[in-house]
């Protein structure tokens, strides 16, 4: 059954993503949209492969680019899954979003999945990072993004949503190499301790409201407004400690050791010491 979706994915440089995420969307979706920020490898060839439609556009940021996918691509599907070149769709969450035409999602304006984060080879499947629900899959007339996302992006619906049951796979190939994720999340800590000053100075305005009753992203935004209410250079050690331990990250084994460390401690006091940096050099 071809379900009515139109897949949308982001690339640069991703040949050693790229064939596993495509070939989960191949044969039942009914379009397979590229949008690529200059790859210099493979990542065309592979897409050219599967019958994908490659558009490119200069990349500034996810949200950004994602905005102009959009508005710019030929979007023929009922439904967009908005995917990253890491993400995989699992046969159980492809057997769902097949049932699309069904009458549960008449009324539906989005959509969220369950991701499962693969680090290194382990699934990281304590210390609160899984279940994780991300809206992925929308009405493309329905959707909004925010444009003060600097790091992840976002998309949001104003009106129902529902929960599919299947996980969507992440399990990016290029962060087997510990200084490629080092270096990522460098570039992220800073982009997100400006996120984080604007939303202390009030200027940065949210989309959706913050409540701990409401859907999976309005409870993180809860979460967020407690996290800089919370003391700089404390907080990253009570994460940890929150997440290792309370949540039981301990079970993820030695790849999950360092990731929960990495993620949880040494990103986030990273983004303190950005912020700390940057409220000096204002005063």
Request: with cysteine; charged share 25%.
């Amino acid at each position: 059954m071809i379900a009515p979706v139109s897949v949308i994915i982001l690339t640069f440089n991703e040949e050693s993503n790229i064939e596993a995420c495509l070939q989960a969307v191949h044969g039942w979706t009914q379009q397979i949209l590229v949008v690529d920020s200059g790859s210099t490898d493979k990542t065309l060839e592979i897409a050219g492969r599967y019958g994908a439609e490659v558009f490119n556009h200069a990349f500034e940021s996810h949200v950004l680019q994602w905005d102009w996918a959009l508005r710019n691509l030929p979007i023929t599907g009922e439904w967009v899954m908005g995917l990253d070149a890491d993400q995989v769709v699992s046969p159980e969450l492809a057997a769902e979003i097949q049932q699309l035409n069904s009458p549960r999602f008449q009324d539906v304006h989005g959509i969220y999945v369950n991701r499962r984060q693969i680090f290194r080879g382990q699934w990281i499947k304590h210390g609160g990072y899984y279940p994780k629900y991300l809206l992925k899959i929308f009405r493309p007339a329905c959707v909004v993004t925010d444009e003060n996302d600097l790091v992840d992006h976002h998309f949001h619906v104003r009106g129902p949503v529902a929960k599919l049951k299947g996980d969507l796979i992440e399990a990016n190939r290029k962060e087997d190499d510990i200084f490629f994720w080092i270096e990522k999340h460098n570039k992220y800590a800073k982009k997100l301790a400006i996120e984080e000053r604007m939303r202390r100075d009030g200027k940065r305005p949210d989309l959706i409201e913050a409540s701990w009753l409401g859907n999976p992203d309005q409870r993180t935004l809860r979460m967020k407004k407690l996290w800089v209410l919370m003391p700089l250079y404390l907080r990253p050690f009570l994460y940890f400690f929150y997440r290792y331990f309370l949540r039981l990250g301990f079970l993820d084994g030695k790849e999950g050791a360092i990731f929960h460390f990495l993620h949880a401690f040494w990103f986030r006091l990273l983004v303190d010491i950005h912020l700390d940096n940057n409220e000096h050099s204002r005063t």
